[in-house]
């Protein structure tokens, strides 16, 4: 989901009312930032609590049958499946809140680990999880299994839960529609009954990495995505390209208009759930996306404006590849109709969360005894939502990404953006669409941006990046 495909940030050609509500009521963030271009590095860093300097997952490496490959294909008797695996070694948020009283659930994507790696949710603090081990398998929403754990039921790994109505047809081609179980729903009513299951007497942590809207462009033909096909009479048809992995798709842009508003209905049930259970004033709810908008799949970002008046898409580090919807809704606590111009990023989230959890010293407290360094680069925005304190700033913040080989640094004003090891500087304040290089005019502003680089790039044998020349 980009930046303006959200009625509160602009979008007119699509309905958002429970997100725009939550809005209303709640806090508005206009320069809050994903943790990467892509969804598994940027969850990454909202989970460890790490830019993607630091990380030990900085990009959607995938492993098949154990052994990482560069062409993807789809094999259904794979033994294992998955993304590169969270370090063992360093805390997650949901290690964190689980040691602190808290009952957690995870429901949608995981990607922090494949099957039967040193990193799977039954391993990593998470009590219940439903959906997507390997966020490849994400890629199709009828797919042939999702993957389930739950300590309440007595599980103690992570086991696949197979779609026997889907598996009788195909995964490609015309007959793949028929289909019946879809991915998003599913995951959405286990998150909704694990919402059910919480009460006032114990506090409870839930991340829904909902999978909405993402590439492939299908869904229930329901009255979600017919008032867009009524909406969008001259559509697009997206034949499909060969090799890929999205099945051919009609009317992509009431397809994708309709992905968005199904996500706000969840939303809104989300919402519901918790003012049922008489929660909703003191639960803090956070809405967001984990980059910006994609073209894959037939998407057509440019129809419906989506970069939000901001250069880029997902897998640049431009701000409309990492600049994203960011809603805050505590009842209890923010003004309504709040907006805020701070500049905050994911790995900002694990310090919020232990501060107001009331978990002291943290760094301290949960840095690692085998690792060297053990980095934590977030900072607390626990005094806007509350109205008590000052509220720190960062000196900068920063993102790289080894697969379009990006590197980027935002310090005030100034956005410094690495394309395969040359830079391009651009002042956010005049030029927010980052038209204009002005490297040339400011040499010490580009070179004090670079040691920054210097100073925040850890190596990574598995995600590498080209640094810029220190001149």
């Keep these: 989901m980009g930046y303006g495909d959200l009625g509160c940030y602009g979008q007119r050609l699509i309905s958002t009312p429970n997100i725009d509500s939550m809005a209303r009521g709640g806090i508005r963030f206009t320069q809050a930032y994903a943790g990467s271009p892509v969804s598994a590095p940027s969850r990454a860093s909202f989970m460890t609590g790490q830019h993607s300097g630091h990380t030990e997952v900085r990009g959607n490496k995938e492993y098949w049958r154990g052994v990482p490959i560069v062409k993807y294909g789809i094999n259904d008797d794979f033994s294992i499946a998955g993304q590169h695996p969270y370090d063992p070694r360093h805390v997650l948020i949901t290690e964190i809140m689980k040691d602190n009283g808290y009952t957690t659930g995870m429901f949608g994507k995981w990607a922090g680990g494949y099957e039967g790696s040193v990193s799977t949710p039954d391993k990593r603090g998470v009590d219940e999880f439903y959906g997507f081990i390997c966020q490849f398998q994400a890629h199709l929403y009828y797919p042939n299994f999702l993957n389930r754990f739950s300590r309440s039921a007595g599980d103690t790994e992570t086991v696949r839960v197979v779609m026997e109505e889907n598996i009788k047809y195909p995964m490609y081609g015309a007959d793949y529609l028929k289909r019946p179980q879809y991915s998003a729903e599913l995951i959405h009513q286990a998150a909704l009954d694990w919402i059910d299951k919480q009460n006032s007497d114990q506090p409870f942590f839930g991340i829904l990495t909902y999978t909405l809207p993402h590439a492939e462009l299908v869904q229930p033909d329901d009255e979600i995505l017919q008032s867009y096909k009524r909406k ?8 499909g390209q060969e090799a890929s992995r999205y099945n051919a798709t009609t009317h992509t842009h009431a397809q994708f208009a309709a992905m968005i508003t199904r996500l706000d209905k969840y939303v809104g049930e989300v919402l519901a759930k918790l003012r049922e259970k008489g929660l909703l004033e003191n639960t803090i709810v956070i809405f967001t996306s984990d980059n910006g908008p994609h073209e894959e799949g037939g998407a057509d970002p440019t129809f419906f404006g989506r970069d939000g008046k901001l250069r880029g898409l997902k897998r640049q580090c431009h701000e409309g590849g990492i600049r994203v919807p960011f809603i805050v809704s505590w009842p209890a606590k923010i003004t309504s109709g709040s907006v805020s111009d701070h500049q905050l990023a994911f790995y900002d989230l694990m310090p919020t969360f232990c501060e107001l959890a009331g978990v002291k010293d943290y760094q301290k407290r949960y840095a690692s005894k085998e690792l060297e360094e053990d980095h934590f680069d977030g900072l607390s925005f626990a005094p806007i939502l509350t109205g008590e304190g000052e509220q720190p700033k960062h000196d900068f913040l920063y993102w790289e990404f080894g697969e379009t080989d990006q590197i980027a640094v935002r310090e005030g004003d100034w956005k410094l953006v690495v394309k395969r090891g040359t830079p391009y500087l651009y002042n956010l304040k005049d030029d927010i669409h980052e038209d204009k290089d002005v490297a040339i005019f400011y040499p010490q502003q580009v070179r004090r941006m670079i040691d920054i680089i210097y100073r925040e790039h850890t190596p990574s044998e598995h995600f590498k990046v080209t640094l810029p020349e220190r001149k």
């Design 232 to 239: 969008f009479f001259n559509d697009k048809t997206w034949g």
